[in-house]
């Protein structure tokens, strides 16, 4: 089986091809832009092809499709940062967007029989009122930021194309998912890296956060890939599954968790840099549409993935100590 990732060096999709890795008879494909940083994936060389391919442009994104005529498409790449989606909105839009149509463009053209996944968010849903939790997927989608935005339109181009032209399209609105390498702008690995450069010296034990009110459904990055997998394995084209814990926490308690595995006296100070204009309080889903399909569930307990995360940078600002050194 020829597999295609999209956005192979971010963190999903690093995650995503270690998994993929482990199944019997697949042969890993991934897309990278050209100034994208492969660290996530170094340690895969050799055993994965990638392909330089700006999603914008079609005819990039046409010869990496007939060169690797691919069996599965996991279709991660994007601009997945929502505050950047405020500063950058139409350039969000065209990334998410336009770029999934270029996608799918050059998969019929090429007239291939591909399953795909979208990697929808929970985002999507936005305002979310009390009386509405846990949320389905038939709740209704009030996004509140362009990337957002962004993502409905993925969610219901990939909706409208599996039914305009019979493409095998399942889309996932995962819920927040964290672990190793996590982007260091994203809160939780942020606060983990801080935490990680205070224990090495590097900065004063303050640690910078923003809202941490808002509530969120935490899943293990290797549960959500897990269930991209089975996503295509097990779902119904045209669907559309949540993937999510069914609880919620806090980020102020996420923080906690974190400090808790520390033995450095921190302060904590909000910084009004972090604050967006807007800010989805609670998310909490459900995920039985997902789980009756296909079996799934997560099963990595949130401390665990804390502590890998805060272990990945310990470990990685570590070595950058030692080399300097």
């Not at 119904?236 to 906690?256: A, H």
């Not at 039985?288 to 099963?299: L, P, V, Y």
Request: aromatic share 8%; glycine share 6%; charged share 25%.
């Amino acid at each position: 089986m020829r597999v295609l990732i999209t956005g192979i060096t971010g963190f999903v999709g690093s995650h995503l091809a270690e998994f993929l890795l482990t199944q019997k008879d697949v042969e890993v494909f991934g897309t990278l832009r050209w100034r994208s940083k492969t660290d996530n994936i170094d340690h895969l060389k050799g055993r994965i092809r990638m392909f330089e391919c700006d999603l914008r442009d079609a005819s990039s994104v046409h010869q990496v499709i007939t060169q690797v005529r691919p069996d599965r498409v996991f279709h991660l790449a994007g601009q997945s940062f929502v505050p950047m989606s405020w500063k950058a909105p139409s350039e969000t839009m065209t990334t998410n967007a336009v770029g999934q149509i270029t996608l799918f463009e050059a998969i019929r053209e090429c007239k291939l029989d591909t399953r795909i996944q979208i990697a929808c968010s929970s985002e999507e849903y936005g305002m979310v009122h009390e009386n509405e939790l846990p949320l389905v997927e038939t709740s209704p989608l009030r996004p509140l930021s362009p990337y957002a935005v962004s993502k409905v339109a993925q969610d219901l181009l990939g909706y409208q194309y599996s039914h305009s032209y019979k493409m095998f399209i399942v889309r996932t609105r995962a819920f927040n998912h964290t672990g190793p390498r996590r982007g260091e702008v994203f809160a939780t690995s942020n606060f983990a890296k801080q935490i990680a450069g205070i224990e090495a010296g590097l900065q004063e034990p303050v640690l910078n956060v923003g809202n941490l009110d808002a509530h969120r459904d935490f899943t293990d990055v290797r549960d959500i890939t897990r269930g991209y997998w089975l996503a295509l394995e097990k779902g119904e084209p045209g669907e559309v599954y949540n993937l999510c814990t069914g609880t919620d926490i806090s980020i102020r308690k996420m923080l906690d968790i974190l400090l808790s595995k520390t033995s450095k006296k921190i302060e904590i100070r909000t910084d009004p840099e972090r604050m967006r204009p807007s800010d989805v309080m609670i998310l909490r889903g459900d995920c039985t549409k997902f789980r009756k399909k296909t079996g799934w569930q997560a099963t990595i307990p949130l401390e665990q993935t804390l502590e890998d995360l805060l272990n990945y940078w310990r470990d990685k600002i570590g070595s950058q100590v030692h080399h300097s050194a």
